[in-house]
């Protein structure tokens, strides 16, 4: 089988098409699961009260906040260098939720940091820094909308994307490096989770079904890109010709 | 099991809870509104 037939966006297309469904029930099915486990299985935090129960949202939306800049700028970094149309629109796709994800992270912690520390925001190193994350979104998407040549707007997206990349193991490591008022860790990879069992699950519920979730509306947006794209392209051809 | 408006106030985080998750709604909501009208308009 030749997988690289997949990178053409018109092989892409229909493939695509059929994948999204898959996601999107999955996803839908798992948000459900996760809001009861999290909500009726949950026991109360004897510290935090139900207030923690925000981190069921808060922390997935973080988590991907990051993990979608970072597949962005991997998208947007092999667009560049190996001239592959289909890998700079999954970059611009990938933005828009990432960006939603990063906002909602900042929210949710707002509404978390309200009544556990009396403050919606402080310029923490952590907040901060993912606040910077969420202004590199928009910098991409606005720096993509600014410029019409559709390959010059993937080049100087990729530029700030990869430049931007920096700025996710700042977020990540934040709480080690800086005394933040934000929390350590609490799900680390080698070390024992410092939660009881039905906590982590509907975390790791939440956390999958974002996962596909993004994978779900970054394929219906690419199928958008490719058809205006491809539809550009044709026009183009037909004043030419 | 908790009554209905013990689940509700969420011992007095349920303004702070509630917020958090409707806003999540708004947004999750609000990206696949968008993208279902960008259909629209890529099909005329």
Redesign the interface.
Known sequence: MNLYKYASPTVFYPLAGKLIPWFSISSALLFALGLYVGFFVAPVDFQQGDAYRIMFIHVPAAWMGMFLYVLMAIYAGVGWAFNARLASMMASSISITGAMFTFLSLVTGAFWGKPTWGTWWVWDARMTSTLILLFLYIGFISLQASIEDTRRADRAGAVLALVGVINVPIIYFSVQWWNTLHQGATIRILNKPTIAPPMLAAMLIMLAACWLYSVAVVLIRLRHIIAERELQRARFAEVVT | MRSLSE?IS?????F??W???L??LV??GG??LS?RR??KS?DK
């Not at chain 2, 969420?10 to 349920?14: A, F, I, K, Q, S």
Request: hydrophobic share 45%.
């Open positions: 689940f969420l011992g007095g985080y349920g702070y809870v917020g958090s998750y806003f999540a947004a999750i990206e696949v993208l960008r259909k890529s």
